[in-house]
């Protein structure tokens, strides 16, 4: 079946360590998103990649790098310069070539936890 | 990208219709109207999307008055499981940065 994979479910860091959260999509998209989530808030924009080779910083960038050097692949490095690290991370991807409609679909998310 | 600006909470009882309403006041013209609905511990997931008038699936309907400026998602006769938070999304065609804002909590009460 087509989809969005994320990987893995939980996720445990200690201080000072950079930990690689991995996303893979079959769904042929161009598009591809990471969206970080707080308790009880929405989702907020960490990078975006319209193409492959390409990505494009969001609201909350800093202490995040990303890669798109395959069109199914968007993997997102939380680094040791993000202060507050531990929050559920979201992967997405979209279809660009539809004239009617953008759809989003995402992953079943990463909670990562600073321990 | 146009800004909206949604309840940030509802409280339903179980068996009643929802009204949820989204203000869009600087909607351009190519920009459609799209909902999502995001359970607990889930990503968000495509509910409905519209451009004006009235749009229905088996989910729920769209509407969207003549100026566009807003738009109200209409979930008939809600059940438990409806509790999740929605998100109003305005976004041009083909565009490729999604902004979520911080949705409206639905909790549908026995």
């Known amino acids: 079946d087509g989809g969005i994979t994320q990987s893995p479910k939980y996720l445990f860091r200690k201080e000072g360590q950079n930990v690689t959260l991995s996303c893979e999509q079959n769904l042929n998209h161009d598009a591809m998103y990471w969206y970080r989530q707080d308790p009880g808030q929405g989702l907020r924009l960490i990078y975006y990649s319209q193409i492959v080779n390409d990505f494009q910083k969001g609201d909350i960038a800093e202490g995040y790098s990303v890669s798109r050097e395959k069109k199914e692949s968007f993997p997102l490095t939380v680094t040791s310069a993000q202060k507050n690290p531990t929050a559920f991370y979201l992967c997405a991807s979209s279809n660009r070539d539809r004239v009617e409609r953008t759809e989003a679909f995402f992953g079943q998310g990463t909670r990562l936890t600073v321990v | 990208l146009a800004k909206t600006t949604q309840p940030i909470s509802m409280d339903s009882y179980e068996g009643q219709e929802v009204n949820i309403t989204c ?18 511990s889930q990503g968000p997931r495509f509910i409905i999307q519209g451009y004006k008038t009235k749009v229905t699936n088996e989910v729920a309907s769209l509407f969207i008055p003549a100026d566009r400026k807003s738009s109200t998602l209409s979930l008939p006769r809600v059940s438990l499981s ?17 902004f979520f804002g911080t949705g409206t909590r639905l909790t549908v009460i026995p």
Do not use: E, R
């Open chain 2, 23 to 40: 203000s869009h006041n600087n909607i351009a013209t190519n920009d459609y109207i799209t909902w999502y609905q995001q359970f607990p």
């Open chain 2, 82 to 98: 409806d509790t999740a938070v929605y998100y109003c999304l305005v976004l041009l065609t083909g565009a490729n940065n999604l």
